[in-house]
């Protein structure tokens, strides 16, 4: 027992001695109407019906280089504080593969768009007593040619083996190649690096950057630093969720722990991240050391970059201005996690904005997210669904929030009527179109606090007075009967009066020793 | 109309010389009365099948003896809306590797200024041989051909045609099947210079599907050889070079001596390393240009498909001739991490070099005369016996404007003592392709 013990303290000790070393290269699809190199619209459609001559790398056809994609990325490298070059070139990078119809990818190698720029973002887990920031080195950004998709289907008889079907649909859509530096330490950094990324493209039109439509595909290198002394890296590719690649790094760290641990030396080796994360080795031609035999690509000249397109970039970024988290964060005042979570929820934003266009300046981030917690239990108790989308409860849910900040209704009150008007408001039923706004429906029913301390005191005691037996065991000091008296007076009064005062009358009642 | 019909006529008599490998005839017909129906005059035009038409375009290789492309090369709708009529697609070195014609898939072109047999043949140059002879038959007025070390100016000498490769960029290379980017470029063979510059201004402009073409300036041209200042580099006479192509390049500088021009001996030293540079440069583009043809979209498909890396390799083996294999595989050895500085990156400082050379020497001269080969054209078995080495020999003299990226013509200007034509190549400064058609022009009329 003591041993294995032992073993963890060492074990953990040695965990410390390594540090993980991350990289990133993040694959932006680029929204263009066009391809990089062809006229071909990029909407969507069924297998091989956007595919031009060129896209399918018919002998004799030559790229024609989209000024969209350029724009793009000169925009992109601004949100990237990247240095743009004064000319860059495109390079043929090689290989074999059955979605890449000329055997070769047209990207940028040795003469980047843009290169050495930097980027921050918060950092923010639920293992961090609070956010930090970070910032890391952009080392290039990159114009480059998608491939197509290989659709792998298994043998449907005995006669028929399996069959590669491919959809040259996506070959020679653009994207941007973004590759950091190894300058990440956690998996949490690299992923809040993407999310923060993913919402910035989307805010100045780079790319839908949906993760699920391979918009947005990473590649992560990761070794295991010890003393100083770099580890041998693996890459683990094309990950397209934010959790695959938080397990897939995380998985990665601890079987490179592993090996090391136990003396063993990891392979350079490209790895594929499966469907819980877990990295599996790809074991395919193309591994870390494949020579892709680089050419320049000869049909397109040097890419000079004018100044006039610079200054458009720089226009169009500024005139976007804030994307929503940074609003939410900067001008409204949420925390860096609350800001990127609701942000990254079109619903959860939607409803958010609608409040802080209804609110009065001084409610504060803290109290809209605090009463955004209390609605989603209510709202998910009753299985109604959260956030709730109309105009009219979000004007309701704000007027709650100023009159229980100014005091005029309880807190168990504004629960109550939140739960009312987040069931009932919602859709088109009667009720929803018949319901009058909350102060009017508050003073209809005659809900308002209690303010006046002899009123309460009178009402107190009147109720006190009703459950002599109850007042007797609270006054023995049975908390239990304590409680269960204040809910019935809580009850008797229709929540009317402040918890907090309630229990100070009743304590001072019970603290005389007759009523 | 009855242009047309004569030319099919013709291209009928000589099918044994193997000067296309499709013909299409009706597609020429229905062509020439789109152009009488838009005023216009028709004209036959042959095309070398490196270029795309939607008909058929197989570049001479089994790869492609199936293909139909999905659009038209850029010259050749231009041609056609100027009232070109296509008789076919001609004959060459597949994948315009070569300078005989002589080993495509679709067999062989044979020279028709001599008799040819099963066995044995002239040569009639290569590798646009198809487009030469078609002219030199008379079948067409225009044959486009590709020229990317010689491929129109060789076969031009050969046949005693003119072969006119027009500055680079200046023709579309849209829809032309590569050898090697940089050097390629459409090329037009015609029987005088003077229907090469006027098919030249109807086949030029910028192409937006070609980021590399260029327009050509508008200049006055010249209406007389007084006065000009001729470069005779000396280094074109060498080992190789015959008797009878010493003779008729001495000839032709005569000529425009006696019309005053100044002749100005020059030297090109470094033109003794284009064949060099020329290899090394090809093979790396061939190697890249060929990855393509993995047999997945398009192309031939072996039966060997039991893992996508064999079906690659033995579609292309199977169907792939030995010359073009052995380019990818050089190519393929000099663009390793290893290799690629020894030999890649030094190709591209020679062909600076020679570039430079040549730029150079125009500051001095208007116009440059080499020979176009180093003779009349050989027999296959000469090609043959010999390995076909004496094809190096031959584009050492026509490299070079390749690789400078100038204007050359090759104009024919004699016979050799066998009496089989011989051509001088005239060479211009960049842009300068109206000036070089006027000097050919110029410089022939005074030959007869």
């Known amino acids: ?515 | 109309m009855h242009r047309i019909e004569s030319a099919i006529e013709k291209a009928v008599k000589f099918r044994s010389h193997g000067i296309f490998i499709s013909e299409t005839f009706e597609l020429a017909r229905r062509q020439a009365r789109d152009a009488i129906e838009k005023g216009l005059n028709p004209f036959p035009v042959a095309v070398k099948d490196c270029f795309l038409t939607s008909t058929s375009t197989t570049c001479a290789s089994q790869m492609l003896e199936n293909y139909t492309p999905p659009m038209n090369a850029t010259v050749v709708d231009r041609i056609v809306a100027k009232g070109g009529c296509i008789i076919g697609k001609t004959n060459l070195d597949e994948f315009c590797m070569g300078t005989s014609s002589a080993l495509g898939h679709f067999g062989p072109v044979k020279s028709a200024l001599s008799e040819a047999t099963s066995d044995d043949w002239l040569i009639p140059g290569g590798s646009s041989g198809g487009s030469a002879v078609a002219v030199q038959t008379g079948i067409a007025d225009l044959a486009v051909g590709s020229d990317t070390g010689g491929s129109t100016r060789n076969p031009a000498a050969f046949n005693g045609v003119f072969g006119f490769k027009p500055t680079y960029g200046v023709l579309s290379r849209s829809g032309l099947i590569p050898l090697v980017n940089s050097l390629d470029s459409p090329s037009i063979f015609a029987t005088s210079a003077e229907s090469c510059w006027k098919y030249l201004e109807m086949l030029s402009g910028i192409d937006a599907a070609d980021s590399t073409s260029v327009n050509l300036p508008e200049i006055e041209g010249i209406k007389s050889i007084e006065g000009l200042k001729v470069g005779i580099p000396a280094e074109y006479n060498n080992e190789c070079l015959s008797d009878d192509a010493w003779k008729l390049w001495n000839h032709a500088a005569n000529i425009l001596e006696r019309q005053k021009a100044q002749i100005i001996p020059i030297s090109l030293p470094t033109t003794k390393y284009s064949l060099a540079c020329y290899s090394v440069l090809s093979a790396a583009d061939i190697a890249s240009n060929m990855a393509r043809y993995d047999s997945v979209a398009y192309g031939h498909r072996s039966k060997m498909e039991n893992s996508t890396y064999e079906m690659y390799a033995s579609s292309r083996s199977e169907s792939l001739n030995t010359v073009v294999r052995k380019r990818i595989f050089a190519g393929n050895y000099m663009l390793m991490k290893q290799y690629r500085e020894l030999y890649l990156e030094k190709a591209l400082k020679v062909r600076r070099k020679i570039s430079n050379e040549i730029r150079d020497a125009f500051k001095k001269v208007d116009i440059i005369i080499t020979p176009t080969a180093t003779g009349t054209a050989p027999k296959y078995s000469e090609l043959r016996d010999t390995l076909f080495t004496k094809e190096d020999d031959d584009d050492y003299f026509t490299q070079a404007a390749n690789l400078a990226g100038i204007p050359a013509i090759s104009v024919p200007i004699g016979k050799g003592c066998n009496g089989l034509p011989i051509g001088v190549q005239l060479m211009a400064n960049k842009l300068q392709d109206k000036t070089l058609c006027n000097i050919a022009q110029l410089l022939y009329s005074r030959v007869l």
């Not at chain 1, 994609?69 to 990078?93: G, Q, Y």
């Not at chain 1, 970039?313 to 940074?326: L, N, P, V």
């Not at chain 1, 958010?352 to 409610?363: A, F, Q």
Request: proline fraction near 4%; hydrophobic fraction near 35%.
């Open chain 1, 1 to 515: 027992m003591w041993r294995r013990g032992f073993a963890t303290v060492s074990q953990h000790q040695q965990k410390a001695r390594y540090k993980p070393v991350i990289g990133l290269e993040v694959h932006v699809q680029l929204n263009t109407k066009t391809k990089l190199f062809s006229r071909c619209p990029t909407t969507d459609s069924s297998p091989n019906r956007r595919v031009l001559p060129f896209d399918m790398a018919t002998p004799g056809t030559l790229p024609s280089l989209n000024s969209q994609c350029i724009h793009r990325a000169l925009k992109m490298a601004r949100l990237l504080n990247c240095h743009v070059s004064e000319w860059s070139r495109f390079d043929r990078k090689h290989y074999f593969y059955a979605d890449m119809p000329a055997g070769y990818q047209i990207t940028q190698n040795h003469h980047p768009i843009a290169k050495n720029g930097n980027f921050g973002f918060w950092v923010f887990d639920e293992h961090l007593d609070v956010p930090y920031w970070k910032e890391v080195q952009i080392l290039q950004l990159q114009l480059e040619q998608d491939s197509g998709k290989t659709i792998h289907l298994p043998s449907t008889s005995s006669e028929e083996g399996p069959k590669s079907l491919i959809d040259y649909n996506r070959a020679g859509c653009a994207l941007i190649e973004i590759v950091t530096s190894p300058c990440f330490e956690t998996a949490i950094e690299a992923i809040r690096f993407v999310q923060t990324l993913r919402l910035l493209i989307i805010h100045h039109n780079l790319s839908n950057g949906e993760l699920h439509k391979g918009h947005l595909r990473v590649d992560a290198n990761v070794s295991l630093e010890k003393d100083t002394v770099p580890g041998t890296r693996t890459e683990i590719k094309n990950m397209n969720s934010i959790r695959t690649i938080h397990t897939a790094i995380n998985f990665e760290i601890a079987r490179q722990f592993e090996i090391l641990n136990s003396n063993g030396t990891v392979q350079k080796e490209t790895r594929a991240a499966d469907q819980d994360g877990r990295t599996v080795s790809m074991r395919e031609k193309d591994d870390v050391d494949t020579d892709y035999r680089f050419i320049v690509e000869p049909n397109l000249p040097k890419l000079r970059i004018k100044e006039e397109w610079l200054k458009k970039a720089e226009e169009e970024m500024k005139s976007a201005g804030k994307a929503d988290f940074e609003y939410l964060r900067d001008v409204i005042g949420f925390d860096p996690r609350s800001s990127i979570h609701i942000a990254e929820d079109p619903d959860l934003l939607a409803f958010v904005k609608r409040c802080i266009r209804l609110r009065d300046s001084s409610v504060s981030a803290e109290e809209i997210l605090y009463w955004m917690k209390q609605l989603k239990t209510t709202m998910q108790r009753s299985k109604c669904n959260y956030p709730p989308q109309s105009e009219f409860f979000a004007l309701q849910f704000m007027t709650l929030l100023n009159l229980v900040r100014q005091r005029r209704l309880t807190h168990l009150r504004v629960l109550d009527l939140l739960r009312y008007y987040s069931t009932s408001s919602e859709g088109e039923s009667e009720e929803a179109m018949t319901l009058e706004d909350v102060t009017e429906f508050v003073t209809k029913h005659k809900l308002w606090r209690i303010e006046d301390p002899r009123e309460i005191e009178r009402l107190v005691e009147d109720l006190m007075r009703k459950n002599e037996k109850l007042v007797e065991k609270a006054r023995n000091g049975n908390s239990k009967s304590f409680n269960r008296l204040r809910n019935l007076i809580n009850e008797a009064t229709e929540k009317r009066i402040d918890m907090e005062e309630l229990c100070e009358v009743m304590k001072r009642f019970l603290d005389q020793k007759s009523i």
